[in-house]
């Protein structure tokens, strides 16, 4: 018995042995410093390990820090040392990118560095062209490696290593580049060409071992009307090896060019299927070539008709670059340039001679004249030359060469005739005056004769309010044109001609008179309420209904409107409108000419789900049926109350927007607050509201929106002001809603203000998983917390700076009803609803919004935004539920709202347990971040992970709910998942192996 024990123990010892060990690592974060190469060419600060020699910068040694490159026509040599980053810098966007490339710099060449754990490598930031990235190793960069935001483009990037990043090579729009030689591996993306990414030539790189090896995307702008997609790239002579997928293309219907013809061939395929047993450019006749018979198929638009057999053999050592003229011209880029020798042709400015291979010439021809300017000088590569012909070479010794041809104005005197608007449009019986234009060009000012008469013989009388004009020298004069149209004047298109004659000098210039009806001249071009017209009984609404007037006079009309749906009322029944005058342009068309007025209305308890109501303009009899949904009250409070908590999770209030608020002490930024005021022509000691006032003003028109995940803080905002000319400056910030709010707040704030941010949501739909989050800020005025929304320029009724004309938008209350005033706002939908405020104030949600705050239901909320899966299981691996989608939309003036932005995935438990483990499956490679919420009607408990995936790959976590209400979220390997599965069965066999010892150990005490 004693020996059948020993060796249950020892086995039992074994199996617990087999259990690997788990070692945790704790990594200390650098603090990652940024070195400006100014535009002058100085280096700040002066101590940063950079050594300069003329328009040469060597670093010295390897350093923790970011370079921001102001300067242009300068080479940065790396020397084989290494700067350090930390990934996504408190700091922003410049100081988390390695070498960051600042708007307009040109000519940079970055080369022998090693670019290591930022959130971007190297980034070409807005039109920062005709960069040289050559020779350099990235690494371990999160966002990735190179990011080329350029719309220009012509930048070459070659010889470099990419690798252990979400993207390794991203042209965001980019075009003409050329990328060459580069070894891209083990990335999510290995080469990503997104929107207009066009004309790029791509050969001889290494792609391997990532998800993607190219992904080409296109995306439609719903604000142009738009397919933006990358089209006509020459991707050829390239390795693809061992990625997931080879090429991806995604909104993409245009063609790019994956081979280089016959006999030159595509690329190489690591899962090419093919056989080689024919050849020719048909591949049909005997013998084989190294080319597979049958193409590599992406999809029908992008074919490798010349798959290689075996990798292509690069070059150890490819070319810097190639070898390229840029000719441009200023300050116009119209003017086409002839060129002759090794290439010949006519080129619109700016156009790149190039790639070939060196030595090349080519002879550049200039236009004497164009339009009002004179050619004077050719600048080549800051060489003057005052002929209009130049002959420029391309050799070894300078491999990329710059011409540009100079004009300046300088004409013989002369005058120019025109119509400032190319169409007119009356009724009959209408006088409408006509503004002619006589300009002068090199300094004429002698007098001109008019005269005016029109294709209709009837009907029309023309009269000049002067025959004869002298503009003054290089200025110009308007001559009035009276035009009275008779009552029984034919309708339609008349040509009316104004002629001028100075001496020998003759000019013409016409416009249209369109004659038209009224009921052709008036109409109701849009009725609208909230985003998808829905309301809720027991509520109001305002409907805004628009009319155009194509009218070159203004004039009034009466609106009326009427419904027969049960318990739907409509007011005011009738309104005089008072329409201004309209202006054409021949290329916007019809322009102002439009009123607007707003009808309210009011949904009894018992309204119809499903009615109308009729708008009829009385002078043309013209009527428009609107129809609206509405829902019930019950509908509503579901809607608010589980969309409330799901958006307080995906606009968390975590960031320290306003530095914990305490950045009035910030010299810094107070500073520029104060130099702010300076620049609007306010004291500092002025009233609150007007100080107020200007940082409003200023801050709307130094902000450009755009959509961000990351929203800055107020010291990253002023720090990019001042990096790009200061508070003068004109330089504008770009974000949502967030950082409009995070630079007003932030600057208010600094002047000692009471300032709090606040974040809600609208109701998108009556889908209750569809909302629009938004945040917008409260500022503490004459003790009322004030409404202010920088986003979309709404300033509270009191102090109304923005918002003009009297509508529902300034509802005269004492304090601002958001609800009432977002319903308005109809690309939106409404009303809104605030869920959270940051700044340390009471908010009563209640008195300061007029209506109740959403109830917020009781239980365990779990959020996985894309690209993810979510399962739910108890401690013992039974599923208990799966992720259900959901969407955020995201608001702005210049943001298209479309079919919404899909958020991710949700599971909802008003029972729950207190632990959990949770699996992600992705559905797509990229980041995602896990929300957990546990919520009672008065608190909620949060927490969040984040993290990367792959598609097809699984993540574990373990979730435990701990006695004092937190929650807790700690990932969970799969092998340390199968370890404690292990281990639950280790500990079985235990205790199986217990009881059968026990059973014997009794058994034999019995006998």
């Not at 800055?712 to 974000?735: C, F, L, Q, W």
């Amino acid at each position: 018995m004693n020996r059948l024990v020993t060796t249950i123990l020892i086995l039992t010892l074994l199996l617990v042995s087999m259990l690997p060990s788990t070692f945790v690592i704790t990594l200390v974060k650098a603090e990652t410093k940024t070195v400006y190469i100014k535009d002058d060419g100085s280096i700040y600060p002066p101590t940063a390990p950079i050594q300069r020699d003329g328009n040469i910068y060597t670093l010295t040694e390897d350093a923790d820090m970011s370079i921001i490159v102001q300067r242009s026509f300068i080479v940065i040599n790396g020397a084989n040392h290494t700067i350090h980053g930390s990934g996504w810098s408190e700091g922003g966007l410049f100081e988390s990118v390695g070498v960051f490339l600042d708007s307009w710099t040109r000519n940079v060449t970055i080369k022998n560095m090693i670019i290591k754990g930022f959130y971007r490598g190297v980034q070409l930031y807005y039109n920062a062209y005709y960069a040289t990235i050559f020779n350099n190793i990235f690494i371990d960069n999160l966002d990735c490696g190179i990011f080329d935001d350029s719309d220009i483009g012509g930048s070459i990037i070659s010889c470099n290593v990419v690798k252990n990043s979400s993207v390794g090579i991203y042209l965001h729009g980019s075009s003409k580049n050329a990328l060459i030689g580069n070894t891209i591996i083990n990335n999510t993306y290995g080469l990503f060409l997104h929107s207009e990414a066009s004309n790029n030539f791509i050969y001889e790189n290494i792609i391997k071992n990532n998800t993607y090896g190219i992904y080409i995307n296109g995306v439609f702008d719903q604000l142009y009307n738009k397919l933006f997609a990358p089209s006509e790239n020459k991707i050829y002579h390239n390795n693809l090896i061992n990625n997931t997928k080879h090429a991806h293309i995604r909104s993409c219907p245009y063609s790019n060019a994956w081979d280089n013809d016959y006999p030159s061939g595509g690329n190489y395929w690591s899962d090419y299927s093919g056989v080689d047993e024919k050849s020719g450019p048909n591949q049909n006749q005997p013998g084989s070539d190294n080319i597979g018979d049958t193409p590599y198929i992406i999809d029908a638009n992008n074919i490798d008709h010349y798959p290689l057999m075996k990798p292509y053999e690069i070059p150890a050592t490819p070319p810097v670059q190639k070898y390229i003229l840029h000719v441009q011209s200023y300050p116009i880029t119209e003017i086409g340039i002839s060129y002759s020798g090794d290439y010949s042709g006519t080129g619109m400015t700016n156009f790149d001679v190039g790639p070939k291979d060196a030595p090349f010439t080519v002879t550049l021809t200039a236009p004497s004249n164009y339009q009002v300017y004179q050619f004077d000088h050719w600048d080549l590569d800051g060489v003057i030359s005052r002929s209009s012909i130049i002959t420029v070479k391309v050799e070894e010794g300078n491999r990329e060469r710059t011409a540009m041809a100079v004009y300046s104005l300088g004409v013989k005197p002369d005058f120019t005739l025109s119509s400032v608007q190319p169409r007119y449009v009356v009724l009959p019986g209408e006088q409408t005056i006509c503004s002619i234009n006589v300009t002068s060009i090199g300094n004429f000012d002698s007098p001109v004769t008019l005269s005016a008469i029109s294709s209709l013989d009837e009907g029309i009388d023309l009269v000049l309010e002067s025959s004869t004009v002298a503009p003054p020298k290089n200025g110009f004069v308007i001559l009035k044109l009276n035009v009275t149209v008779k009552p029984n004047a034919k309708l339609g298109e008349h040509i009316v001609k104004v002629n001028g004659m100075s001496g020998d000098i003759v000019h013409e210039s016409q416009f249209i008179l369109e004659i038209t009806s009224l009921e052709k001249m008036v109409t109701i071009t849009s009725i609208s309420a909230t985003k998808y017209n829905v309301s809720y009984q027991e509520e109001s609404t305002y409907v805004s209904i628009v009319i155009r007037n194509r009218g070159s006079n203004p004039r009034t009309i009466t609106l009326t409107a009427s419904t027969k749906s049960k318990g739907w009322s409509v007011s005011p029944a009738s309104i005089k409108i008072d329409l201004p005058p309209s202006i054409y342009s021949k290329e916007q068309g019809f322009l102002k000419g439009f009123g607007k007025v707003y009808l309210c209305l009011e949904f009894g308890s018992q309204a119809d789900y499903c009615g109308n109501f009729t708008i009829k303009i009385e002078e043309t009899l013209e009527e428009k049926v609107f129809e609206m949904k509405v829902y019930s009250t019950i509908s509503k409070s579901m809607l608010i109350g589980i969309n409330a908590p799901l958006t307080y999770m995906s606009l968390p209030l975590t960031y320290g927007h306003l530095g914990g608020l305490g950045i009035s002490d910030n010299k810094k930024v107070r500073q520029f607050a104060l130099d702010v005021l300076k620049n609007e022509g306010v004291n500092e000691n002025a009233k609150t509201v007007e100080k107020v006032k200007a940082i409003f003003n200023y801050v709307i028109r130094h902000m450009e929106y755009e959509r961000s995940l990351l929203p800055p803080t107020i010291y990253t905002i002023v720090n990019e002001m001042e990096a790009h000319g200061g508070v003068s400056g004109d330089h504008r910030i770009k974000g949502d809603c967030k950082t409009y709010s995070i630079f007003f707040g932030g600057l208010v704030k600094a002047l000692g203000l009471d300032v709090r941010l606040v974040e809600g949501i609208m109701e998108a739909s009556k889908d209750a998983l569809n909302m629009i989050g938004h945040m917008w800020v409260e500022v503490k005025i004459e003790g009322k917390w004030v409404f202010i929304d920088p986003t979309n320029e709404l300033f509270n009724k009191t102090y109304n700076i923005s918002k003009k004309e009297n509508n529902p938008d300034n509802l005269d209350l004492d304090s601002f009803d958001a609800k009432k005033a977002y319903e308005l706002n109809f690309e939106w939908g409404g009303p809104l609803t605030a869920i959270g405020c940051e700044g340390g104030f009471a908010f009563d949600l209640i008195k300061e919004y007029k209506f109740l705050a959403p109830p917020r239901p009781s239980g365990l909320v779990i959020i996985v935004h894309s690209p993810v899966n979510v399962y739910l299981y108890d401690s013992n691996w039974k599923l208990i539920a799966t992720g259900s989608p959901y969407k955020i939309f995201w608001t702005g003036p210049n943001y298209a709202l479309g079919e919404g932005y899909d958020e991710g995935k949700y599971i909802f438990l008003a029972d729950y347990l207190n632990d959990y483990n949770v699996k992600l499956i992705g559905t797509d490679s990229g980041f995602y971040r896990i929300d957990v919420a546990l919520m009672n009607a008065s608190t909620i408990k949060f927490t969040s992970f984040n993290g990367t995936i792959k598609e097809g790959e699984e993540s574990i976590f373990k979730l435990c709910i701990l006695g004092d209400g937190e929650v807790s979220i700690s990932t969970l390997k799969q092998e340390e998942a199968f370890n404690i599965i292990l281990l639950a069965a280790v500990g079985v066999i235990i205790v199986v192996l217990c009881s059968i010892i026990y059973l014997i150990v009794k058994k034999k005490h019995k006998k």
